[in-house]
């Protein structure tokens, strides 16, 4: 069964510094991996995808995240983060022939002047 | 830029009453999925549909049910609401299987 662990439940980061958040994955074939962000009552944004190729993908606001197929990880990294990037971060995982994606637990960002 | 709408954004009823949660996207795709949130949790899926007709629960059992009738359109309704289906319901579509999925904004729904 495919799982994703979003080992840290809360990071808080100072304006400016940089930021990585973990993400390790449980899959049997090659997985579809996403992360999402979440600002407080909206609905999820698309960050960045890996579906293949280049192991290191860039996203939009700044993000990258690189695939590490040895670490079955997923790691979402920024190198300077702005006030604006406060919310919940979630992975994910998928694949299979319907498109199903399974979430992580998230991780909620705050960031501090 | 994903145009996927949902509606009402905020619902607020008592227990019994039968609701429709309705969501809806111009962008054509096939793949549809409701997913359930609770406030800080993951998500859960609920329902998904790959076509027009075809509709299959999720991994997180519901008493909710949806139809399909046409492309654009997955409406979610709950019979008779219960304290318990209390929570965030999200919409998403995708283009196919193997494509990310975009996400409507949410409807919180709160049952008294």
């Known amino acids: 069964a495919q799982s994703v662990t979003q080992p840290d439940i809360h990071i808080t980061v100072s304006e400016g510094a940089s930021l990585e958040l973990r993400c390790n994955y449980s899959?049997?074939?090659?997985?579809?991996l996403f992360w999402y962000v979440q600002s407080p009552g909206q609905g999820l944004q698309l960050l960045l995808k890996?579906?293949?190729?280049?192991?290191l993908v860039q996203g939009i606001k700044g993000f990258e995240a690189e695939f590490k197929r040895s670490q079955s990880s997923f790691n979402l990294r920024k190198p300077s983060v702005h006030w604006s990037d406060a919310a919940e971060y979630f992975c994910a995982v998928g694949g299979d022939n319907w498109g199903k994606l399974q979430f992580g637990a998230g991780t909620q960002v705050v960031v501090t002047p | 830029e994903a145009d996927i709408y949902q509606t009402p954004r905020y619902l607020v009823i008592g227990t019994g009453k039968k609701i429709t949660l309705e969501c809806s996207q111009t962008?054509?795709?096939?793949?549809m999925y409701w997913y359930q949130q609770d406030p800080g949790m993951e998500l859960h899926l609920i329902h998904y549909?790959?076509?027009?007709?075809?509709?299959e629960k999720g991994d997180l059992s519901s008493e909710s049910t949806v139809s399909r009738i046409r492309t654009e359109h997955f409406p979610l309704t709950l019979e008779s609401a219960r304290p318990s289906h209390t929570s965030q319901y999200l919409c998403?579509?995708?283009?196919?299987?193997?494509?990310?999925?975009?996400f409507g904004p949410g409807t919180r729904l709160t049952v008294l």
């Open positions: 962008m054509g795709h096939d793949k």
């Open positions: 890996y579906f293949s190729g280049d192991t």
């Open positions: 899959y049997g074939a090659t997985p579809y």
């Open positions: 549909s790959y076509g027009v007709n075809s509709t």
């Open positions: 998403a579509s995708s283009m196919s299987s193997y494509n990310e999925q975009f």
